[in-house]
Structure formats: structure tokens, C-alpha cells
């Protein structure tokens, strides 16, 4: 039973991280500077917080999924 909660942790973290560093951190700035230019209020704080935001968004995403994963193994491991 533990090694079953381990592994649907680690399952739930690696999406988490995907979620996390991919759509919150990467994708859903994009598109919140592109209604901005869309609608004419695109200010230079957008942009340098978009790109911010894209650049360590990898590293959120990792981090969070590397520490449900390592928490999900060492449930599954005991």
C-alpha cells in the first residue's frame, strides 16, 4: 500500500511541476502579455516580469516535482 501512495506522489508532483513551471510560470504570461499589446496596455513592468517569469520558470517547475519525487520515494522505499 505505501509503494502505491509513493508512486501516485511522485505521479501527482511530476504533473505539478508541468503545471507549475509550464503553464503558471511559462505559458499564462505569454498570454497575459499578448492581451495586454492586444488591448494597448503593454508596459515595460510586463515585460521584464514575463520574462522573468519564463526564464526561471523551468527551475520552479523542477524543484517542485524534484521534491515530491523524492518524498514519494521515500514513502515507496519503506
Known sequence: M???IGVVIIIASIA?????GGWIL????ILAAC???DT???TSRIIVITILKCIFASAAGVVS????VAIGSFIASE
Open 2 to 4: 505505501k509503494k502505491i
Open 35 to 37: 492581451v495586454a499589446f
Open 26 to 29: 511559462f505559458i499564462k504570461p
Open 16 to 20: 505539478g511541476g508541468i503545471y507549475l
Open 40 to 42: 494597448g496596455m503593454l
Open 65 to 68: 516535482a524534484y521534491i515530491g
